[in-house]
């Protein structure tokens, strides 16, 4: 685990607002040299505290407008079961995340789509590559908050 003061805190909370930021604004919203900070940002990079920069798109502008959550109760609970599944998951472009959850539901994935109809392929292809006790979705009618910020705080130093 990388340790993280408050100097990285901010700098990471402004990465995460904007990663397009240049380093001099950057250093300067931290009160750091230009130099110190792109250390810092070096090192947080090597540590894989930063794992890459990304451009947030609209989903609507782009045409994929609808956002499903599918819930799959496996079949089997074996591994040779889990990597038919996550082979055929990590292949579909449409699903975003990709989760093992605790309870009645075994796996939870996030999809964007263009339409309800699309869901319809999603499943069908799912189905065919792997079997499964229940597959069931939910269709977001709004989005209310929608962030890829990480709440940060700084750990206690040693």
Known sequence: MVTLDSVDVRILDCLQTDASQSLAKIAG???LSQNACWHR???L???GVIQRRVAILDPAKVGVGVT???LVRAAEHSQAWFERFATAVRGMPEVLEFHRTSG???YLL???LCDVASYDEFYRQLVRAVRCADISA??????IKRTTAIPLKPRAEH
């Open 29 to 31: 919203q931290v009160h």
């Open 41 to 43: 940002i070096h090192r």
């Open 45 to 47: 990079e090597d540590g």
């Open 68 to 70: 499903m959550f599918v």
């Open 104 to 106: 009645d539901v075994d």
């Open 110 to 112: 996030k999809l964007q």
């Open 138 to 143: 939910i269709f977001s009618m709004e989005e």
